[in-house]
C-alpha cells in the first residue's frame, strides 16, 4: 500500500485549488505550517464535508450524500464504503490524537493519517501499518483554529518539517462537522470490532449511512446531535472472512445507555470523553455478512429520538 498521507495530500491540494468555491479558506503559519479552515470561522458546506471526510480517510473511501427521511422528515444522508477498513478508518479517520495545550490554550481532537506517522495506537500494530512520508495531514476537530504550537507538535510527533503539516480544522457545530461525523458510522463499527477482539484485517469491505444532524453553533448541542446521528440513526453493512459470536455487541443497542440522548450522556460526564464508556460509541444498526457463511442483523434506529434530538417540527 502506498503512504496514505501521500494520498491525502493530493486530496488537501484540491482543497487549496478550489477553496473558494468549497468556501474554506488556507492559512499559512509562521512555522510554514498550512490550517485550512473548513468550519471555524469559514463557511464550509456539505462539498467541503465530504472532501475533508475523504482527506480522514485517505482517499480509501468513497463519501457521497444521499436523500433519505428521519421521522418522515426529508434530510441528507451521508454514505461512506471502503474495500480498506482497517486501513481506511481505523488507521486513518479515527480521532484518536488529543490536541491540548495550555499557552496558547487549544483543545481538539486529530483524525487522519498523521496518525499512521506516529503509529503509538494499538490499531496500528495490529495492522502492522506504519506510513513514512514528508508532508502530513491531521483533520483537527475543535472550534479554534491551530497555533504554531500545534502545528510544531504535530511535525514533532510525525517526524515532518512544520512546513509539511497540513491541518484542516473545523468545529463541531458547523455544516462541515455534521457532515464529516455522519461519514463515521463504519468506522464507529470497526472500532467496536476492534475494542472486542475481532481481528480488524478479517473486515474486507465496510458501507456505513447516517443522517446529516442540523447545524448549531452551540457546540453542546451539534456534539450530542451528531453522536445521535450515529447511535441512532448509523446503519453499517460488514462483509468478513471469519464468523464470531462478538458480532452481537457491535451496535449502540448493546449499550445500557441507549436511548439515552448523548447531550445528556455528555452532561452526567462533565463533558469528558474519557469518562464515558466506549460502548455507546457505535452505530444504531449493523449487518455483518460472513463470506461463505450466515449473515446477522442486530440493532435498531430510533427515528423518535432522533426527531427530539434534530429538534424536527411537522
Wanted: aromatic share 10%; with cysteine; charged share 25%.
Amino acid at each position: 500500500m502506498d503512504s496514505i498521507n501521500r494520498m491525502a495530500i493530493e486530496l488537501v491540494d484540491e482543497a487549496l485549488d478550489f477553496a473558494d468555491e468549497l468556501r474554506v479558506v488556507p492559512y499559512e503559519l509562521d512555522s510554514g505550517a498550512t490550517v485550512v479552515d473548513f468550519g471555524v470561522e469559514a463557511e464550509g458546506g456539505i462539498e467541503a464535508g465530504l472532501l475533508l471526510a475523504e482527506i480522514q480517510t485517505a482517499g480509501l473511501a468513497t463519501v457521497q450524500t444521499r436523500m433519505d427521511e428521519v421521522a418522515g422528515a426529508p434530510m441528507p444522508h451521508v454514505e461512506l464504503q471502503t474495500d480498506h477498513p482497517a486501513l481506511a478508518l481505523l488507521c486513518s479517520q479515527k480521532a484518536g490524537w488529543e490536541l491540548a495545550f495550555d499557552d496558547p490554550a487549544f483543545e481538539g481532537l486529530g483524525s487522519g493519517p498523521a496518525r499512521a506517522l506516529v503509529a503509538e495506537e494499538d490499531e496500528f500494530h495490529e495492522v502492522e501499518y506504519f506510513d513514512e512520508f514528508d508532508l502530513t495531514v491531521l483533520g483537527v476537530e475543535s472550534i479554534e483554529l491551530p497555533t504554531d504550537a500545534v502545528a510544531e507538535h504535530v511535525a514533532e510527533m510525525a517526524g515532518v518539517e512544520p512546513s509539511g503539516v497540513f491541518l484542516p480544522t473545523y468545529a463541531t457545530g458547523s455544516p462541515v462537522g455534521s457532515v464529516t461525523m455522519a461519514a463515521r458510522a463504519p468506522e464507529l463499527a470497526m472500532f467496536r470490532l476492534f475494542e472486542l477482539g475481532y481481528d480488524p484485517l478479517n473486515v474486507l469491505s465496510a458501507f456505513g449511512s447516517a443522517p446529516v444532524a442540523p447545524v448549531s453553533y452551540d457546540e453542546g448541542v451539534a456534539m450530542g446531535r451528531t453522536n445521535d446521528a450515529l447511535a441512532y440513526g448509523g446503519t453499517v453493512h460488514l462483509t468478513v472472512a471469519e464468523d464470531s459470536d462478538l458480532f452481537s455487541e457491535v451496535p449502540s443497542t448493546a449499550a445500557d445507555e441507549y436511548g439515552t440522548p448523548f447531550e445528556q450522556i455528555f452532561e452526567e460526564s462533565g463533558w469528558d470523553f474519557y469518562d464515558i464508556p466506549e460502548t455507546v460509541f457505535a452505530p444504531a444498526k449493523v449487518t455483518i455478512d460472513v463470506v461463505d457463511g450466515p449473515t446477522y442483523v442486530y440493532g435498531e434506529t430510533d427515528e423518535e429520538l432522533l426527531a427530539e434530538s434534530f429538534d424536527i417540527q411537522s
